[in-house]
């Protein structure tokens, strides 16, 4: 089976809301009238971003709902994407489950795949998604006010927990390893809750790179400091049941979460419970946005942590 | 040196025309009223699309020059591009000359980069580009009609050549490896003629897989075939000066070619020579679509060559 088989076996469908889907040189996408176009790239690459162990269908979820995240961070309702695609040679078994959990999800989302790009290759999985939004009404990174609650929805720190468990760092029983693992690699991209928001929190972003680095962005961007209650922050049972170094690194630092974290004015409070109980996505108020530069989490004794220990993920340095 | 660093030196600049740029979740874009966006992934990887020797400088421009060769395939303005790039480590050389390369074909084609996700991994390069184009008036490859003359631009051959002196299948001379070795590795997209051609051609694709296997695209989506004559393919004196054998192998499937193949109606011959004038782009007739399906090269003598020993350029086979 050569590169345009395999195209049109497994990745070719009519597109329903794009003039022109995969087969051309290009697609065509046409945003509505007064909307943009939110655009995210990301690359995830075996052994860095997944394990090989990982079930391909779970890889093709976990490849698209990385990425959906990012439009939900925008409040970008999904819309298109393109899958370029390097692996080392035509598996049909792989094909078959990364091709199934990729339209599941893409289903799910109400999202089209419009192009791409097959190789042979070390396996990469690079997608790029196309969301829509209002003009102006985009959620950023940038707007986050003094004063704000910050929020972040579901929980924090078990995708962490699970690779702890793979570097056998940890030992899970069955119940804490099945969901700690599902987190990881099945993380529930928070769209619906990211439209929701359009209009409500001042700012926003996805918690990819653990909670601390990614708020770091937010703080950096606005221009304002930030005190976090490390007691609030929302965890499993799983993970509240670990050696509170362990917690603190899993819940501060962790990765791989893909929550909202995101700033609204806390007159703000009952719009964003409608917007939780709209989209069906649990959110908890872990702290507030101050004007003085800097993060401070306290823990429940009223010291704050030290978090030099605590950096960002980072893919050049992990 | 850590990801966002990196980002930050490399890979950041003020977009001009789209309203968001690197540095949130998403970037946003906004086509002009009237206009659709058109869209293209490609991916290059090491070994397989470069060979390691490669300049960096020159693989930041074959990188990009790649994808805009899309975007004039369809008629499209070049707008703005995404980069997902996947390397084993931070290498200021490399970046400092992949980055040069990326900017100054970019700053050529008017395109801006917006976005994109920097990774530890095998060296492997991602990026997706946007153009516009008015409503209705791409170049698809399903357009091609009976009776319409088959065009291609610049010349073919060149970077095949190039590959076939570096596998040590052939003996290059001095000129004619630094002529064959550039075509390969700075590859000039034909964006304006792209633009030049909406409302004259009837169809177009670029040819990267070479010239058979991407006619062959042009006749299945058009139900239609083709009589091409060998004798008309452009070519430089030092594809001209080979092997009979070699020179089919060039020219027929060559690949990397990126020159626009496209079909227009005999009567718009005028159209097509001033589109080539104001694109400043050489092209040549080399045949005829026909109602019959099939493609035929005809040789000097009137026979037909044989295609079966050339097929396309495919990534999973080669």
């Avoid at 359009?198 to 972003?205: E, L, N, Q, Y």
């Avoid at 990614?214 to 976090?228: E, K, W, Y």
């Avoid at 899993?250 to 700033?263: A, P």
């Amino acid at each position: 089976m050569g590169e345009f088989d395999l195209i049109e076996r497994w990745f070719t469908r009519t597109p329903r809301r794009s003039p022109l889907g995969v087969g051309d040189d290009c697609a065509l996408l046409q945003p509505r009238p007064g909307q943009q176009l939110a655009v995210s790239t990301d690359m995830l690459v075996e052994g860095r971003h997944f394990l090989s162990t990982v079930q391909p269908r779970r890889l093709g979820h976990k490849a698209l709902a990385v990425n959906l995240s990012d439009l939900a961070a925008c409040g970008a309702q999904p819309l298109a994407f393109t899958l370029a695609l390097s692996m080392p040679r035509v598996d049909e078994h792989f094909l078959e489950g990364f091709a199934g959990g990729l339209w599941a999800l893409a289903d799910q989302a109400g999202i089209e795949l419009v192009g791409g790009d097959t190789t042979a290759g070390p396996l990469t999985i690079s997608i790029t998604v196309f969301g829509e939004v209002p003009a102006g009404q985009a959620l950023l990174r940038s707007g986050a006010r003094p004063g704000d609650d910050i929020w972040v929805s579901g929980r924090l720190g078990d995708a962490r927990l699970a690779l702890e468990a793979f570097r056998g760092r940890v030992a899970l029983d069955g119940e804490g390893w099945t969901q700690t693992r599902r987190a990881m690699e099945c993380p529930q991209p928070r769209c619906a809750l990211g439209v929701e928001l359009r209009g409500v929190a001042h700012s926003a972003i996805d918690v990819s790179d653990g909670l601390i680095g990614d708020l770091r962005h937010v703080l950096q961007r606005s221009g304002v400091g930030a005190v976090i209650e490390e007691q609030l922050l929302p965890r499993s049972a799983c993970v509240a049941s670990q050696a509170l170094d362990l917690q603190r690194v899993c819940l501060l630092t962790g990765g791989d979460d893909y929550e909202l974290l995101f700033t609204a004015s806390p007159q703000k409070r009952p719009q964003v419970m409608r917007a939780a109980e709209r989209s069906e996505t649990p959110v908890t108020r872990i702290g507030t946005i101050q004007v003085e530069p800097g993060l401070l989490v306290w823990d429940g004794s009223g010291c704050s942590v030290s978090l030099n220990s605590f950096q960002a993920f980072d893919h050049f340095a992990a």
